[in-house]
């Protein structure tokens, strides 16, 4: 049995993950002050280069992908053996758990601050500066952050289609026969993956921690983040050893409902007529000034935050887009495009609006300045999240919710990444991984998370994650050109 296993397993990407997770680790933890400050000297450096880069580029990835999905060639479809089919709620659930996790619950209530305490330095009127406040965080999670997901998930769906061994890796993709060139591209896939998970997994425990220590007004201690950890761990890893089809679309499709219920309930017990209202302003705002905001390069905000976002989106996406491809099937181009795009960007977009407006009104109101508790360091981004959520009727029962969200959100996301690591351990695409396989991946992404999170180290992963995607740079290039000849391949047979 073993033997019939081992063959199907490619033990190049197997070890490239093992190896990579732990050279990674032992060089963050060795020095995890050093690391990063040389790690952040780096990313600097490399953001203020390839800065136009970054901003041309991705807008650019955005409008080939529409050109494509309203194109003839939008009616391709995309052809998967031994893959399942899905209905567009779980489709859209499983695509949009995927690519978001936890982040987005934590981000959407606080990103705006960021924003806020630069713009108010450089003298802006203050309308002004709250509207741009408002329209970044959505410009960030929606359009274009969707579009850098979906090409690889394109690509990865094309190159299949036309041969259903292909490997769910990059090398797959281009078909490299070369044996340095494999290790070359799936260590970029394997690494930007790694750090991904590092990365997400180091921000969320510690904000999951802080919710229950809230809400049952108990201290933060260690037990209590190993017992966070304990649960998350338990509920990604047992949906990922069941699969798709029993365990990531019933936690995704059970998520999404949780979470609109949740922002539904905020808007009706915060300031609605405000929320509404503001949100509506942001939106115009932001489809007047979309251009601008793509091409704005030599600021602070594009450096800082546009340039950080484009890259992180470049480093989670190997890992979303071969997840999209992987529920996929029998989708054409277009479907896949405009789905991916737009339920994923109104997703975040309404995210954003509530929770971002919830804490703009305290500001305004003067019930909660959190830009100066955040930049007087008086209270750290977590605690912000804890009090504006307080500040409502049954805040209690808010908390519990949100802790439950952003648990099963954190969920989605490495259920997803144990299976993408374990589809891209096999030979082939259209062989399932197993059970016990994937359930080893979900062990091995919590470990290094883990160790980030009591040793320190977790913001020198966030600055490799996001050096990882400038030689993804050339690879975003590559697959766009690996598309059209791959369309072309398709419209002649």
């Not at 680790?25 to 600097?44: A, C, H, N, R």
């Not at 203050?126 to 999670?141: E, G, K, M, T, V």
């Not at 071969?322 to 975040?348: D, H, P, Y």
């Not at 360091?377 to 504006?388: A, K, S």
């Amino acid at each position: 049995m073993f033997k019939e296993i081992s063959s199907e397993w490619n033990k190049t990407i197997i070890s490239l993950s093992i190896v990579l997770s732990l050279l990674l680790s032992i060089y963050v933890l060795s020095d995890p002050v050093g690391s990063s400050k040389l790690l952040f000297k780096t990313y600097d450096s490399l953001a203020t280069f390839f800065e136009s880069t970054y901003m041309y580029g991705s807008f650019c990835v955005l409008i080939f992908l529409i050109f494509i999905a309203l194109s003839k060639y939008g009616e391709i479809e995309i052809l998967l053996e031994n893959k399942e089919t899905y209905s567009l709620f779980s489709w859209g659930s499983m695509l949009f758990a995927a690519g978001i996790g936890a982040a987005l619950l934590y981000w959407a209530t606080v990103e705006w601050i960021e924003y806020f305490n630069i713009l108010n330095k450089q003298n802006l009127d203050l309308d002004r500066a709250l509207l741009y406040s408002r329209a970044y965080p959505i410009f960030h999670w929606s359009f274009t952050a969707w579009a850098i997901y979906c090409l690889p998930a394109i690509a990865f769906g094309l190159a299949i289609t036309i041969n259903q061994k292909s490997k769910l890796t990059f090398s797959g993709i281009f078909n490299v026969k070369n044996k340095f060139l494999e290790v070359v591209f799936d260590s970029l896939f394997i690494g930007a993956i790694l750090c991904g998970a590092g990365v997400g997994l180091g921000l969320s425990f510690p904000l999951i921690s802080s919710i229950l220590s809230n809400v049952f007004n108990i201290d933060r201690t260690i037990n209590l983040d190993i017992f966070t950890i304990f649960v998350c761990l338990s509920i990604f890893a047992t949906s990922a050893y069941l699969g798709i089809q029993k365990g990531i679309k019933r936690l995704s499709n059970f998520n999404i409902i949780l979470v609109f219920t949740f922002l539904f309930v905020i808007f009706i017990l915060g300031p609605t007529q405000y929320i509404f209202s503001k949100s509506m302003e942001s939106y115009v705002f932001l489809f007047k000034e979309y251009a601008e905001l793509s091409f704005a390069t030599g600021t602070t905000i594009s450096k800082d935050w546009t340039v950080f976002y484009w890259a992180w989106w470049m480093a989670l996406a190997p890992m979303v887009g071969a997840f999209i491809v992987n529920i996929s099937n029998g989708k054409s181009l277009r479907a896949i495009i405009l789905g991916v795009i737009f339920i994923g960007s109104m997703g975040c977009m309404i995210s954003m609006s509530i929770l971002s407006n919830l804490s703009i009104y305290l500001f305004e109101s003067g019930i909660l300045n959190a830009p100066a508790l955040l930049e007087g360091g008086t209270l750290n981004r977590e605690q912000i999240i804890i009090r504006t959520l307080s500040t409502l009727s049954y805040s209690n029962y808010l908390l519990i919710g949100f802790g439950i969200i952003c648990i099963i959100f954190l969920c989605t996301t490495y259920d997803s990444t144990s299976y993408i690591l374990a589809s891209a351990s096999m030979r082939s695409s259209n062989i399932e991984s197993s059970g016990n396989l994937r359930l080893i991946f979900a062990i091995l992404l919590v470990i290094q998370p883990t160790l980030l999170m009591f040793l320190g180290g977790v913001d020198s992963f966030k600055w490799i994650m996001v050096i990882f995607s400038v030689p993804l740079l050339l690879i975003y290039l590559m697959l766009m050109i690996s598309v059209i000849k791959n369309i072309i391949a398709i419209k002649k047979a």
